[in-house]
Antibody, heavy 122, light 106 residues
């Protein structure tokens, strides 16, 4: 069974940093692209970052709103993907979801974690 | 690529036919996905490739369109369909979502 479990959220002051983690299981982690998506309270979904699979050298892509502040990385030994978030702003307050890009469904995100909440406030 | 969903919300009754549209600011071919999200939950994949139903999704859901104009239709609304629906394009970076459509009970 595919599972994605996020952790690492919490309360942080503006300008601070936080590292989110997503533990994956139930599939061959290195074969899949992995993404982070967030949702501010009462708002829509916003794609943040992508880590491609091993065959594509785990290369990355970022949304303009987080490029230079957020870094996505993978730990192949632990089947986990991380999101290092620096220079956090109040606008970064959101639920952060980890998702898997399907290999069979026209690039859709076929599995999602339950999310981890990040609150940026003084 | 901006995705504009309409309406942003709607009220409907059980058994109604519901149509939600998603318009892209430029062509996304058929790389358009629909998700359903219930309060406090992660999104659930409904339709990918603009019109292909994900395994396990009821056949009352359907999708159509290509290029810039897409539609999600629920043929006969059921109680469990009250949720927010999001479209997403996968054709170009940055990947983007529509603003969402909340389907509420009339």
């Amino acid at each position: 069974e595919v599972q994605l479990v996020e952790s690492g959220g919490g309360l942080v002051q503006p300008g601070g940093s936080l590292r989110l983690s997503c533990a994956a299981s139930g599939f061959i982690f290195s074969d899949y692209y992995m993404d982070w998506v967030r949702q501010a309270p009462g708002k829509g979904l916003e794609w943040l970052a992508r880590s491609r699979n091993r065959a594509n050298s785990y290369s990355t892509e970022y949304a303009p709103s987080v490029r230079g502040r957020f870094t996505i990385s993978r730990d192949e030994s632990m089947d986990s993907v991380h999101l290092q978030m620096n220079s956090l702003e109040t606008e970064d307050t959101a639920m952060y979801f980890c998702s898997r890009r399907s290999m069979a469904s026209a690039y859709a995100f076929d599995f999602w974690g339950r999310g981890t909440m990040v609150t940026v406030s003084s | 690529i901006q995705l504009t969903q309409s309406p942003s919300s709607l009220s409907a009754s059980i058994g109604d036919r519901v149509t939600i549209t998603c318009r892209a600011s430029q062509g996304v071919r058929s790389y358009l996905t629909w998700y359903q999200q219930k309060p406090g939950k992660a999104p659930r994949l409904l339709i990918y490739g603009a019109s292909t139903l994900q395994t396990g999704v009821p056949s009352r859901f359907s999708g159509s369109g290509s290029g810039t104009d897409f539609t999600l239709t629920i043929s006969t609304l059921q109680p469990e369909d009250f949720a927010t629906y999001h479209c997403q394009q996968h054709d170009d970076y940055p990947l983007t979502f529509g603003g969402g459509t909340k389907v509420e009970i009339k």
